[in-house]
């Protein structure tokens, strides 16, 4: 059978009766259009079954109706081990220790995705998602240039020096970042956020050290927030020390059981959820209570730490929000390419749980 000629824009615009120019504006911003208007458009696009072609737009418009998002990846191992399936191939594997769990999921990243999405979809465009592994991120780079209309990158996927190039050829937002001068950026209060929770903790806290655990030293989040938590502690007389945690559980985990082998903590304070949620993991396996021996924190407000036992104070940051108001930033810098700069930061707040007991803040 032969395949049924693909219907084209100009007879979705014969279809409604209007201009190829308003079919075009219905299917990249319909909300921009007459409610009449769109109605018909989008009732003819229904019934010749009509899929717009990216790269024609493109051609005719300078456009490719595409933003992109870039963000960090990972070098995941092979897990299958060369096996295939068969009837008998379905294997039992002890994983109590989490040693078969493998690649982790980062939440931080799918929720910034979902705002991402929602608001590209909202203005009329797809949203086109890589995350580079570490051999190809600037080769990644380069490439999703030439495909969007505009790009968002979180900081650390790419060296700064290649985000800078990329902001010359491409409308670019960073995120998580701040290149003063260079490019649009959206981030959080880190500092803020974290300054005030420590400030809390160390007044609610029991006997005992304090323990951080701080994130990857590459991260601006990670440093912003030792910051923060820097001037809480400056002006308190407990003891404290900082044990790399790389912003996992694993991280977190491995950090408290080494601090176990000398003295137990009164505090650990996470620089991310992950983290925190490592550590409350080893201390409950060592027997010490949460929050009545030490009380434990977090920083993001992933859905792990809600549904921990018990659950995770944490700092909340906008982490949906961020992905939406990257996009609009993005679209302001596509509209006004010529513009300053904009640095958008965003509030934070603190949920208090059990992990950091009951008392209330004064």
Not at 140 to 158: E, F, I, Y
Not at 195 to 217: C, D, E, H, M, T
């Amino acid at each position: 059978m032969p395949l049924k000629k693909s219907p084209t824009v100009y007879d979705v615009a014969a279809h409604a009766g209007v201009s190829i120019a308003t079919v075009s504006r219905v299917l990249r911003g319909p909300d921009k259009v007459a409610a009449g208007t769109r109605e018909r458009v989008l009732s003819a696009v229904q019934e010749l079954e009509y899929i717009p072609n990216a790269s024609a737009r493109g051609l005719a418009g300078r456009r490719t109706g595409v933003l992109g998002l870039l963000i960090p990846g990972h070098d995941i191992p092979a897990t299958s081990h060369g096996r295939t399936a068969t009837a008998a191939t379905v294997e039992f594997l002890d994983d109590h220790d989490n040693s078969h769990t493998g690649f982790l999921r980062n939440r931080y990243f799918e929720q910034l995705v979902q705002g991402a999405e929602a608001a590209a979809w909202r203005d009329g465009y797809a949203l086109l998602i890589a995350a580079g592994t570490s051999v190809s991120r600037d080769v990644m780079l380069r490439d999703l240039t030439g495909r969007v209309d505009g790009l968002v990158v979180v900081s650390r996927t790419v060296p700064d020096e290649l985000i800078e190039r990329a902001a010359h050829s491409v409308p670019l937002v960073l995120v998580a970042g701040d290149l003063p001068g260079t490019t649009d950026s959206v981030r959080v209060d880190n500092r803020g956020g974290m300054s005030a929770l420590a400030r809390y903790i160390l007044r609610v806290k029991p006997p005992g050290p304090v323990i951080y655990l701080a994130g990857p030293p590459n991260s601006p989040d990670a440093a912003a927030r030792e910051l923060g938590f820097r001037d809480a502690i400056a002006a308190h007389p407990d003891r404290w020390h900082s044990a790399l945690a790389e912003f996992t559980w694993e991280g977190g985990h491995g950090a408290i059981v080494d601090q176990l082998r000398t003295e137990a903590p009164g505090a650990v304070i996470g620089a991310n959820d992950q983290s925190a949620l490592g550590a409350l993991a080893a201390l409950q396996e060592a027997g010490i209570l949460v929050p009545e021996d030490c009380v434990v924190t977090g920083f993001d407000g992933i859905d792990e730490a809600r549904y921990s036992r018990p659950g995770l104070t944490t700092v909340r940051q906008p982490m949906t929000d961020l992905g939406v108001h990257a996009v609009d930033v993005l679209l302001r810098r596509i509209a006004h390419p010529d513009a300053e700069p904009h640095d958008l930061q965003l509030p934070v707040d603190v949920l208090l749980r059990d992990s950091s007991g009951r008392r209330k803040p004064d």
